[in-house]
């Protein structure tokens, strides 16, 4: 899949002509510099970069190679087949850093300016630099930070859906709980480079990751009789740092943390070779963090067999026995660990498997899954791939508008937005199955998808943090912080993925209506699917934000716990998308949390998920949506009444447990529902560590920056024309104020009562008659309110005592029912 990975590619010694020309003409228009000194991507060295007009933008947009001048070295590359042969054997001579070329016009001359209108010393980049998916050629290669070691091998798992629910692990009472030896009396079988930690930080990457030859990292067998696992995980969302074999089928594993971090311990995804059938292994991880886990109730690890796949096409499947989930009995006096332990018999000898936390799924899978959509040519005419972004390491961020072609600009304003994301937190791929789902049920040509395409427009940010799916994070970016904890930052160089986010979301705020957000995630310590919402404040659509979820439940009974969810909006989740967004104007704002267990409710009860149940939800969720918008709001006005009574359960409980009796019959509305609800430090969060010491000192300085620049452009006013206008005003409102006090003089009212604006008197248009006559009329500027952000309308007075199961055929087939919303004053197409 990555051909550039397995040949290097050898320079031209002597140039010839053309190659220099082209040289040149790519260097003129500040793509390629003599000097390979590329645009730094952590904050840190903006001011450096800034100051030095000599750092100009070149081809690699992640690598900064310590801001020293380099020549031009040996990289691989892939590159577009839409550039022609000669061309691209020029170019590629030219830089083997540049990132991929989509279109061989390069055209832009203009200069990038900041956000406080200074001029940056480089090139903007031209948005037709962007990667774009061809129709024949490879893939863009991750690119990984310069430190981490990469096998050159292409990893690639089958899907499969067990024949058999898989049950949860009963525990027995008898299993036993190792103890921690540690290399002292074992032997270390597989051990990484040191890795970075808290302290450091992200400065460059590169296709490949470390340069050099990569070392065997595994034990050298004996011979055919050597009982020895190889164990490996230098491949695409890879965690294992080290494992110690401390028996002969006994070993003890220790997971990397989240790079540039000291902590965030839990994905795991690693491969094993040299297996016997017959024996008995035991796996025990040794340094998680959390004391609770799904592990303790059942939950079993995930398990692939190489051999398997290829003769019989099974799949991932759970396997494991004796598993427990204890606390370490060797504590480093800073914090406690805990220990995973379980046993397992591989099906075949000699045969090649992975243990993994969840499902995986990589950034490479989503770059196959968007090239099938851009390749069909019925898909790609309603879903439009565009990159959002690149990541701090370069790798891009895509961003899909899906949506049918609209007949008239009218029609196309008046749809509203629907924003969906997932892997902002990279261990948590159920999200990405989820979202998989989605994508294959509204790029379908099913009626309900065709008719959710007619009436909405969806944004759709499918891996938001592809950096740390790479290198196999759990929660943090290469930033060395929880993205989901920093929505609103002002570092764009430091996380560009949010702020990029944010900032779409934000425009498409001021185009038109966003009727719902939703960011998909992943839970470790609770069972089903649930979501965390937004208590609303305003009693015009109170318990509206609850609505979606109660109708999701009913939609997916054996998946989605209702009870589950929460509303509370906590000081410490300010930083999050879903507060975030809510925030921004969004009332149908939420996290969706699907567990990596299973489900505890209906006919899935005590079985683990599959990826064909979390893709299910995917398309819940256009179901839920169709109810959710149904203009007969039967089903609206019906879960508001169960959610009345709901509340009013869960009220009277609160009181029994406080030993209190109150008569809600009247006040019972006016409890603020923060006071009932627990808060969600059950989740599966992390509070905020801040910024990087390396970002504090740019963060102060923006801010400080950016007050003056408000300040400033309050004070001055940018045309004469407003000038003039202004000083109107000001004279508009004393003669205003003069007359309102005479007028209350002459009436005995109190100085100071406030005059109706709209029944002005006479008085002054008597007085100010002879100067408005010889003044140039004044045009008048109409100011439309600013459009309701409120996603949900006022449901209709008649209702039906029964949830109906089956769908309003005028609400699915028909155009004709469709909800008719006012038009923009700026028609767009989407």
């Not at 003069?738 to 406030?754: N, P, V």
Request: proline share 6%; glycine share 6%.
């Amino acid at each position: 899949m990555f051909p550039a990975l397995e040949t290097e590619v050898k320079q031209e010694s002597l140039p010839d002509p053309y190659e220099d020309f082209m040289y040149h003409h790519l260097q003129y228009y500040g793509y390629f510099k003599g000097h390979r000194g590329s645009l730094p991507t952590s904050a840190t060295h903006q001011h450096v970069w800034k100051n030095n007009p000599r750092y100009l933008l070149s081809g690699s947009f992640g690598e900064r190679q310590g801001m020293v001048p380099d020549p031009l070295q040996k990289e691989k590359l892939l590159w577009p087949t839409c550039i022609s042969s000669p061309v691209h054997r020029q170019i590629e001579a030219v830089s083997r850093d540049s990132l991929m070329l989509s279109s061989p016009l390069l055209k832009s001359r203009q200069l990038l300016h900041d956000e406080f209108g200074e001029v940056s010393p480089c090139l903007r980049e031209p948005r037709d630099l962007f990667t774009f998916f061809s129709s024949s050629g490879p893939l863009q290669a991750p690119r990984w930070p310069i430190e981490c070691e990469v096998i050159k091998e292409n990893l690639h798992h089958i899907e499969w859906v067990p024949p058999q629910p898989e049950y949860f692990y009963q525990p027995t009472g008898n299993e036993k709980l190792p103890e921690i030896v540690g290399e002292e009396k074992g032997t270390v079988v597989f051990q990484l480079d040191s890795v970075s930690t808290e302290g450091s930080y992200f400065t460059s990457s590169r296709v490949g990751g470390k340069r050099g030859i990569i070392k065997e990292l595994a034990v050298t067998l004996q011979g055919p009789e050597d009982k020895t696992l190889l164990f490996e995980s230098r491949f695409e969302s890879g965690n294992l740092q080290k494992a110690v074999r401390v028996d002969t089928y006994e070993y003890e594993l220790t997971l990397r943390t989240d790079l540039y971090t000291n902590k965030h311990t839990q994905w795991f995804y690693f491969r094993v070779q040299n297996t016997r059938k017959d024996a008995t292994y035991r796996f025990t991880i040794v340094n998680l963090l959390k004391p609770k886990s799904l592990y303790t109730i059942g939950m079993k690890p995930l398990m692939y067999s190489q051999l398997d796949a290829k003769t019989h096409n099974i799949g991932w499947r759970r396997e494991g026995n004796e598993i427990r989930y204890y606390k370490n009995n060797r504590d480093d006096g800073q914090q406690a660990f805990y220990c995973l332990t379980w046993t397992i018999q591989f099906p075949h000898d000699q045969d090649t498997c992975f243990f993994a936390h969840f499902y995986p799924y990589t950034y490479t899978d989503l770059q196959c899954y968007l090239l099938s959509v851009a390749n069909n040519p019925v898909q790609s005419q309603f879903c439009k791939l565009r990159t959002l972004c690149r990541s701090l390491a370069g790798n891009t961020v895509y961003l899909l508008t899906i949506t049918n072609p609209s007949r008239t600009p009218q029609e196309a304003a008046a749809k509203k937005a629907v924003v969906l994301s997932a892997r902002v937190h990279p261990g948590e791929s159920n999200g990405s199955w989820i979202m998989k789902g989605f994508l294959d049920f509204i790029l379908s040509n099913s009626p309900d998808a065709q008719l959710l395409r007619d009436i909405f427009v969806f944004k759709v940010v499918p891996m938001l943090n592809p950096d740390g799916v790479i290198v196999g994070n759990y929660r943090c970016s290469l930033a060395g912080r929880d993205l989901n904890r920093h929505y609103k930052t002002i570092l764009k160089e430091s996380f560009p993925c949010i702020w990029y986010t944010r900032n779409m979301i934000k425009r498409l705020l001021e185009e038109r209506e966003v009727l719902l957000y939703c960011d998909f995630h992943g839970h470790s310590r609770k069972n089903n699917i649930f979501l965390y919402g937004c208590n609303n404040n305003d009693r015009k659509y109170w318990l509206h934000e609850r609505v979606f979820p109660l109708m999701l439940s009913k939609n997916a009974p054996d998946k989605f716990s209702f009870h589950s969810c929460n509303f509370k909006v906590q000081k410490c989740k300010e930083g999050t998308g879903r507060v975030v967004m809510w925030r921004m104007g969004i009332l149908n704002s939420y996290t969706m949390e699907s567990t990596f267990g299973g489900s505890t409710l209906g006919n899935k009860r005590d079985t683990h998920f599959t990826t064909e149940d979390l893709k299910s939800l995917g398309y819940h969720v256009c179901d839920t949506l169709l109810d959710f918008c149904d203009p007969d709001r039967t089903k609206f006005m019906q879960c508001l009444t169960e959610l009345k009574e709901l509340l009013q359960q869960e009220i009277h409980k609160k009181f029994n447990e406080l030993g209190q009796d109150m008569d809600l019959e009247g006040s019972w509305s006016d409890i603020c529902l923060s006071d009932i609800e627990s808060s969600t430090s059950g989740s599966d969060s992390s509070l905020s560590d801040g910024l990087p010491v390396h970002l504090l000192n740019v963060a102060d300085e923006l801010n400080q920056k950016k007050k003056m620049y408000k300040k400033k452009k309050k004070k001055l006013l940018q045309t004469r024309k407003q000038q003039n206008e202004q000083y109107q005003k000001n004279n508009w409102m004393q003669e205003l104020k003069l007359t309102e006090d005479a007028l209350s003089q002459l009436h005995g009212r109190d100085k100071g009562t406030s005059l109706d604006p709209s029944k002005m008197p006479s008085l002054i248009l008597t007085k100010n008659k002879e100067r408005m006559q010889t003044e140039k009329p004044r045009s008048t500027v109409s100011c439309s309110p600013k459009r309701s952000t409120n996603s949900s309308q006022e449901p209709a007075p008649d209702m039906k005592s029964h949830w109906s199961r089956n769908r309003y055929p005028a609400t699915k087939r028909g155009r004709a029912a469709m909800t008719v919303y006012p038009s923009l004053h700026i028609y767009t197409y989407p």
